[in-house]
């Protein structure tokens, strides 16, 4: 499997404390992403020129001649670049990263084995990215090694893929964290690149056949925060059967240091950072039409 990251003791990625592991590819653009190094479901080199000691280890074997090391300047000349992740290797200064690592599903067991001593009752995996469902058959093979060791399973889905894959997907998933970005269609177009009708009709098919499913929604000042998401996000909760609660997550700005490192333009937008106030408005305008909040 295409695996970005693997995190640990993670206390916000569904009950309890989880084993999160981050899976590259999506079928989304999100201008606001704050895992954009999982975008692409190919390899990518990562540079943070921060980070670099100027040693020149990668210069020295790079075939393209990609790297260049000029009175202690680094630069990287991507248009070079044939993506072999040579240089990676001989970073002893981790400036130079690939983007994901390939590991099978036993292998990432293993790791997530380890720390079944903290799960307790309600902790677990949780596959995150990206978009698991970029990777069907590894994906359902690795939730299943889980459950089938006790080890309980959670899904964070932008729930834009194959609808045919929900009923494998719900048998072998205790919990779902499902984005749901924009109730205005038109907005959810612009800023994510797709509509939202596929990802609200899979909502709607997973909960038939009984998904627990944590509705999550990005929260981001001067583009969804507004009335019309707010109605759209109570009708599509009032709709669920399985519903476990709505959970408001704030945008923050911290995308935009990995997206200079894949070699393009911070995506940080401080103006669309929502301050307290806009949050608890949110949240009073959605408790007002009947939403369960998660309680903080
Ligand atoms: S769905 Fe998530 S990972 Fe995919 S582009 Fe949007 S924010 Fe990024
Ligand atoms: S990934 Fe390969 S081609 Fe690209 S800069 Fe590194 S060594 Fe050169
Ligand atoms: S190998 Fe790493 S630390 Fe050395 S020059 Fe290249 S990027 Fe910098």
Aim: charged share 20%; hydrophobic share 35%; glycine share 8%.
């Amino acid at each position: 499997m295409k695996v970005t990251e693997i995190q640990r003791f993670c206390m916000h990625d569904g009950p309890g404390i989880r084993t999160t592991v981050f899976l590259k590819g999506c079928p989304l653009r999100c201008q606001w992403c704050h895992n954009p190094e999982t975008q692409s479901d190919k390899q990518e080199l990562l540079f943070t020129p921060q980070k670099c000691i100027g040693c020149g280890a990668c210069a020295a074997v790079c075939q393209n001649s990609a790297h260049q090391i000029t009175d202690g300047k680094h630069i990287l000349n991507r248009s070079r670049c044939k993506n072999c992740m040579k240089c990676t290797e001989s970073c002893c200064s981790q400036a130079l990263l690939p983007s994901f690592s390939e590991m099978t599903v036993d292998e990432i067991f293993a790791v997530v084995n380890q720390d079944r001593a903290f799960y307790g009752d309600c902790g677990g995996i949780t596959l995150s990215g990206g978009e698991p469902l970029m990777q069907p058959e590894e994906t359902f093979a690795l939730l299943r090694i889980c459950k089938q060791n006790g080890i309980k399973t959670a899904v964070e889905t932008c729930g834009y893929f194959d609808s045919s894959l929900i009923p494998e997907l719900v048998s072998l998933a205790d919990c779902f964290l499902w984005d749901f970005k924009d109730g205005n269609n038109q907005r959810h177009q612009q800023y994510t690149g797709v509509s939202h009708n596929l990802i609200k009709n899979n909502i709607l098919r997973a909960d038939t056949i009984g998904a627990p499913i944590i509705l999550r929604c990005i929260m981001i000042k001067n583009v969804n925060m507004q009335e019309d998401h707010y109605r759209a996000i109570a009708e599509l909760w009032h709709q669920l059967k399985n519903g476990v609660y709505v959970e408001l997550l704030p945008y923050h700005a911290y995308g935009g240091s990995k997206m200079t490192a894949l070699g393009g333009n911070d995506n940080g937008n401080p103006a669309w950072i929502p301050a307290e106030n806009d949050l608890e408005k949110a949240k009073l305008s959605l408790e007002s039409h009947g939403v369960k909040m998660k309680l903080e």
